[in-house]
């Protein structure tokens, strides 16, 4: 965390210059050129203040590059970021975290919050994540298709049934009619991730979003059961948010057609 | 100097350090508990972690003690040597435990400097055992008792080995005589230190060997995971391990350390 701090702050700094010199550009041209940027700042209430996000672990990536955009369009708003498991957070949340949204990997941590009363309205299902195999770039086990995971002689690595991605997995497995042969049941898909990164692993179950931000060590290999697991992301604003409207902003964005491109180009499937 | 200098402090460390865990017990589903200490794989994954520990504290005492030693009688060394040496043996205690497991796997793993080796040559995959459990615990928890038995050297007073020595006692004698009865309470205390630290590790321990019940998966990991599901459950299995860890030093500090001894 400290050690972000001072990238953070730059690149604040460098935000602000930015919107300054974009101010500067729309003055020169003013009236026509509407069709730009058009959630501007002077259209709406003008936002203020910080949101803070509480975002599943597998959204790190695009939830980054949503808040460089969603604070060029607000400049007076900063957004806080905070990524973890969705249980850890959902836990957090309820034991009152300040927070004002929640985007959760998994319907089930999501209704954990709604029921202990810390949204505010219901849930909105942003985006959906498929499973893929996932095996190191040389594919040293050959593992081709689901069924190779049943064999004991290579060595497997799939989330815990307890988390979302295990329970996915376990789904997958059971509409395939295969028995899993796993050497580890990891405690989230970062955790099979890097085994399977390392090479330490012949092959692994994780989320497609997961293969393309393991870049060039990983190779996805989809497969038709994956269908019948497929992961919704619920979001939400939460009942205490200290900024409300900036949280709702926030929320509108994701759902809005360029948030939904964003999230579709980093891998996840639409709501 | 007024008793307030000491006292007040003194409370307020003791509240950082005792209040989490009053909230724990506080918040425990004591209705439950037996029911879910009984479970199979509790008692599974509490056994794994007890042999473990133990296992880590018996090689870490055999390994790390001699090293203490060793570190002693560096005192002659130019200083950068020497305390490059010393923080070297440190750096597992500030490094993130997950940094350690990966780090493990980067040596010992099947692509690793040397797990590949053991792979190629004697077919042997260190990842995803028990045996990998025990290391990385060594990892972490080595550096305490290291620490500990270095401290306890530097505190002692060597006249006793060098009289001893003069009066023709054997380098072995000297060392079973004098010098071990002389750190015996920084030995004894860096055992249970590395004990404990072995018995709670994560960090290293799901990084490098995974988590597979009755193979790997120890009670911090099971607890972990039951945190995803059944908070309750999870606070109960923390008690657990609390409460293991207060009987070990609780029990073997009076017996094995007289000289901390109330």
């Known amino acids: 965390m400290s050690a972000r701090r001072p990238r953070y702050w730059a690149l604040v700094a460098g935000l602000a210059a930015a919107a300054l010199a974009l101010a500067g550009c729309a003055a020169g041209s003013s009236g026509s050129g509407s069709g730009i940027d ?8 003008k936002l203020s203040g910080t949101v803070t996000i509480f975002a599943a672990a597998s959204l790190t990536e695009v939830f980054g590059e949503a808040k460089t955009i969603f604070e060029k369009q607000h400049p007076g708003v900063e957004v806080v970021l905070n990524f973890g498991g969705s249980s850890a957070l959902a836990e957090q949340i309820l034991s ?3 927070a004002d949204v929640f985007a959760a990997a998994s319907p089930a941590t999501m209704t954990t919050v709604a029921d202990g009363g810390a ?22 086990g050959k593992v081709t298709k689901l069924a190779d995971f049943a064999d004991a002689s290579r060595t497997i690595a799939i989330c815990a049934p307890e988390v979302p991605c295990g329970a996915a997995a376990v ?20 955790g099979v991730l890097t085994k399977v990164s390392l090479g330490e692993a012949d092959a692994g ?41 900036a949280a709702k902003a926030f929320v509108d964005w994701v759902l809005s057609d360029a948030g939904q491109k964003l999230l579709a180009k980093a891998g996840f499937g639409a709501a | 100097m007024s008793a307030g200098v000491v006292w007040i402090p003194a409370l307020v460390a003791l509240a950082v350090l005792v209040l989490p865990l009053v909230a724990l017990v506080v918040r425990a589903p004591w209705g439950e508990l037996g029911t879910v200490v009984a479970q199979a794989s509790v008692v599974q994954a509490l056994g794994l972690s007890l042999t473990t520990a133990a296992a880590s504290t018996v090689i870490s005492l055999l390994l790390g003690g001699p090293l203490a030693l060793a570190l002693g009688r560096t005192r002659s ?8 040496l010393r923080a070297l043996v440190t750096v597992p205690l500030v490094l993130p435990p997950v940094v350690g497991g990966v780090a493990l796997l980067l040596l010992l793993g099947r692509r690793g400097l040397i797990g590949s080796l053991l792979d190629a040559w004697f077919g042997i995959t260190i990842p995803f055992t028990t045996a990998a459990v025990v290391i990385a615990q060594v990892f ?23 009289a001893a020595a003069t009066l023709g006692a054997s380098r072995w004698t000297i060392l079973r005589r004098v010098t071990l009865p002389l750190i015996w309470p920084g030995l004894s205390a860096g055992a249970l230190l590395c004990f404990t630290r072995a018995l709670g590790e994560f960090g290293a321990t799901v990084t490098f060997a995974g988590s597979f019940p009755g193979i790997t998966q120890t009670l911090p990991l099971a607890t972990y995971l039951q945190l995803q599901t059944d908070p309750d459950a999870a606070i109960a299995l923390a008690l657990v391990l609390m409460a293991v860890s207060l009987v070990v030093l609780v029990s073997l500090r009076d017996r094995w350390i007289p000289g901390l001894a109330s």
């Open chain 2, 140 to 162: 972490v928890s080595m550096p305490f008792l290291v620490l500990a038995v270095e401290g306890a050297l530097g505190a002692s007073d060597r006249r006793f080995e060098v």
């Open chain 1, 96 to 98: 009152g975290a300040p």
């Open chain 2, 77 to 84: 060394w130019p200083a950068v040597p020497r305390r490059l």
């Open chain 1, 119 to 140: 949204a505010a309205g219901a849930p909105t299902t942003f985006a959906t994540n498929t499973l893929e195999i996932a095996v190191p770039k040389d594919n040293p």
């Open chain 1, 171 to 190: 789904k997958v497995f059971q509409s395939a009619g295969i028995t899993a042969a796993p050497d580890t049941l990891e405690q989230d898909v970062k």
């Open chain 1, 38 to 45: 058009s959630a501007s700042p002077s259209t709406e209430p």
């Open chain 1, 205 to 245: 179950l994780v989320y497609r979003t997961d293969v393309l931000t393991a870049g060039a060590a990983v190779k996805g290999i989809p497969f038709d059961e994956a269908a019948d697991a497929v992961n919704d992301y619920p979001i939400a604003v939460l009942k205490d948010a200290p900024s409300p409207d």
